[in-house]
């Protein structure tokens, strides 16, 4: 169901979880605030393909953590992408919009988030 990160876990004899879900686990997806349209409209205007890589067509993908409070953080570049199209793809993700975090019996919580990229 989620993933348990333990640091600073345990706190005077109380365990205290730390939880990613994933977001296929939620009851409601965690989406842009502004929707996915304007999200892709944003990240397509602010991504910038990387001189080292202008030759690559295909696909990238970035795993990233939507906090409850709609923050991104924990970005990470899914193995075989190109490393140059992920750290771009995560330098625009770390500028864009918060989200509306999802939701798992009415409680927000943090969720993980793959993107794919498509590089024409």
């Known amino acids: 169901m989620g993933a348990v990160i333990p640091p ?3 706190q005077e004899g109380t365990f205290k979880y730390n939880i990613i879900y994933n977001s296929t686990d939620l009851d409601v997806l965690p989406v842009p605030e502004n929707g996915m349209k304007k999200f892709y409209a944003f990240f397509s205007k602010n991504y910038i393909v990387p ?3 202008e030759e690559f067509r295909g696909r ?3 795993i990233f953590v939507i906090e409850k409070d709609g923050s ?3 970005f990470n570049i899914v193995k075989n992408s190109p490393k140059e199209i992920g750290e771009e793809a995560i330098r625009v993700l ?3 919009p918060n ?3 999802g939701k798992l019996k009415d409680r927000i919580v943090r969720s ?8 024409k």
């Open 8 to 10: 600073n876990s345990m």
């Open 51 to 53: 001189k080292a890589r």
């Open 60 to 62: 990238c993908f970035i």
């Open 72 to 74: 991104l953080s924990n």
């Open 94 to 96: 770390k500028t864009s």
């Open 99 to 101: 989200w509306i975090p």
């Open 112 to 119: 993980s988030y793959v993107l794919p990229i498509t590089i």
